[in-house]
């Protein structure tokens, strides 16, 4: 296993994957845990992940992203999924928290309290954080595989509504990216190029 920062530096994104590479149930379920580390707002954990692993779904959700070869070639494609009212949930999922004594009633109730007054009828923010997580969630998926020895791709060249609708999305769940993952095939590009420091760093 590499370090944090060769895994930050080693990570691009892999186009050609070997189609004959499967990944088992326990090693989707090992980087699904490692995302589950992901920060968000509020602790909502306002995201999940659908795993598309057999021939018969990822030829479905190919179709849906524009028969990008990746999707049906990486062993696993993850549907990444945003939950715009991932907010409502936090009195179960922060629950674990007061039972185990790291917060008191006051600080529970304070907590979702503050949730609702930020999320509550604040339509943008709700997407806006569902696309955050995601995001979020997204980057940890990529890095623990790569860690893993595996490459990633993420996608946003899908048809949404599409993906939404074939893989039974909920009313106030977005589709925030997919990201293939799988062994690298030959043929992948170098890392690209980036930006200079000097036009992303403004230290005041
Ligand atoms: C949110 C997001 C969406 C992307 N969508 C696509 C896509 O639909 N198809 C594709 O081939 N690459 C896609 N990419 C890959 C980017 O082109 C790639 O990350 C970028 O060129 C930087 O290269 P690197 O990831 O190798 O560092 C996407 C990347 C991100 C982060």
Redesign the pocket.
Known sequence: MSDAISIIKE???A?NFDPTHHMSQAEIEELVQLSINTPTSFNMQNWRLIAVSSQEKKAQLKALAFN?PKVGDAAVTFIVVGNAMGYKDLPHVIKPMLDAGAIDQAAYDGWIGMANGMYDNNTQLQRDEAIRSGALASMTLMYAAQAKGLVS?????FDAQGVAKAFHLGEHEVPV?LIAVGKAAAGN?P??ARRALSEVLSTL
């Open positions: 990570r691009t994104s186009n990008q791709g993420a996608m946003i060249g990216m590009w890392r690209k």
